[in-house]
Nanobody
Framework: EVQLQASGGGLVQAGGSLRLSCEVS????????IHWFRQAPGKEREGVSS????????YYADSVKGRFTVSRDDAKSTVYLQMNSLKPEDTGVYYC????????????????????WGKGTLVTVSS
C-alpha cells in the first residue's frame, strides 16, 4: 500500500522557519513527482511546491519563491520543504501528494491530478 506521511508542522513566529517532511513508502515505480499543497481556513487548496525524482526539477508558487526550498533524500524516501521567512499568510494545513508516471515532472498540477495523498500537517504562523 502506498503511504505518504507528512510531518514537521507547528506554531512559529512570523519570520521564523520550519522544515516539513514527506516520507513515501510502498510505491513500486522508480520515478515520481511529489507536490506540496496547503489549505487555509475558508480557502481552496493551492499548490506550493513540487519536485521530480525523475530529473530533479523543482517548482515554486510565486507566493513562496525565494523563501521555500524543496529537496529530496532518496536514501530515506523523503521529500523536505524548508520554509524560511514565514508569514502569517503561510498559515494552513500542508499536504504532500504523489504522482506516478508519466506525470513525473515538477510542473504545477491541480489537486485532482494527484494519485496519492498524505495526511496534512498544520502550520500556524503568528504575527
Amino acid at each position: 500500500e502506498v503511504q505518504l506521511q507528512a510531518s514537521g508542522g507547528g506554531l512559529v513566529q512570523a519570520g521564523g522557519s520550519l522544515r516539513l517532511s514527506c516520507e513515501v513508502s510502498g510505491f513500486t515505480f522508480d520515478d515520481y513527482g511529489i507536490h506540496w499543497f496547503r489549505q487555509a481556513p475558508g480557502k481552496e487548496r493551492e499548490g506550493v511546491s513540487s519536485i521530480s525524482k525523475f530529473d530533479g526539477s523543482t517548482y515554486y508558487a510565486d507566493s513562496v519563491k525565494g523563501r521555500f526550498t524543496v529537496s529530496r533524500d532518496d536514501a530515506k524516501s523523503t521529500v523536505y520543504l524548508q520554509m524560511n521567512s514565514l508569514k502569517p499568510e503561510d498559515t494552513g494545513v500542508y499536504y504532500c501528494a504523489l504522482v506516478g508516471p508519466p506525470f513525473v515532472y515538477a510542473v504545477p498540477l491541480p489537486p485532482h491530478g494527484m494519485d496519492y495523498w498524505g495526511k496534512g500537517t498544520l502550520v500556524t504562523v503568528s504575527s
